[in-house]
């Protein structure tokens, strides 16, 4: 997605050798129109695809899957949560997830009440790096008997590993912008 891209080479900083930094309009501060446009976007891509909800993780994921849900006729969107929280009731879906920023391991959790059995479900995430994200959203649609459409990506890390392992599972997953490599702290894009 041009726009996207340009957005990324004009505001991106790229962090060492493999986090891109997207704060200005992804991260921290959400520019709305485009966002609006990339939830236009994922329901191009997806076209034809059934999707009853879309799934995500607490925080960054929300606002996205909050924009795509509206391209496909205001489906609802569930984020899974990473705190324990008072409110959750005990009978939720839950998987290890292994944080490739923070380099820890933590546990997603969905209340059982909110993917039902056959739902058709879209993930959706504002990066894809080692899948690990994703493949903890896909054990817990796994686990509720629902079915997982694809994974929509704003931005992918092409030079890790997470897309091989989302099509390994057979997981559709389409991308707005992949990054091939950083090159002297530079965006290089890929296919
Ligand atoms: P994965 O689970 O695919 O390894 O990593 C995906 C998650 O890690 C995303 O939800 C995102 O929050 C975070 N992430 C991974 N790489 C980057 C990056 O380069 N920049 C930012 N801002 N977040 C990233």
Do not use: C, W
Not at 50 to 78: L, R
Not at 95 to 124: A, H, M, P, Q, W
Not at 172 to 186: G, M, P, W, Y
């Amino acid at each position: 997605m041009d726009l996207l891209k340009k957005r990324i080479e004009e505001e991106g900083k790229v962090i060492g050798n493999n986090i891109l930094k997207v704060d200005n309009f992804l991260n921290h501060q959400i520019d709305v129109e485009l966002f609006i446009e990339m939830g236009k976007e994922f329901k191009n891509r997806f076209a034809g695809e059934k999707v009853d909800k879309i799934i995500t993780i607490e925080a960054s994921g929300i606002a996205i899957a909050f924009a795509t849900a509206q391209a496909f006729g205001n489906v609802p969107v569930v984020f899974a949560k990473k705190q324990e929280a008072g409110n959750l009731s005990g009978d939720v879906y839950s998987s290890n997830v292994f944080s490739f920023t923070k380099n820890k391991e933590y546990v997603v959790r969905v209340d059982k009440k909110y993917i039902n059995k056959g739902e058709r479900v879209l993930i959706i995430d504002d990066f894809l790096a080692n899948g690990q994200a994703a493949l903890g959203l896909m054990d817990i649609i796994d686990q509720a008997g629902a079915l997982a459409v694809g994974a929509g990506i704003v931005i992918e890390k092409g030079f890790q590993d997470g897309k091989k392992l989302l099509l390994e599972k057979n997981l559709k997953v389409e991308s707005l912008a992949i990054i091939k490599e950083f090159s002297d702290n530079k965006v290089i894009f890929g296919q």
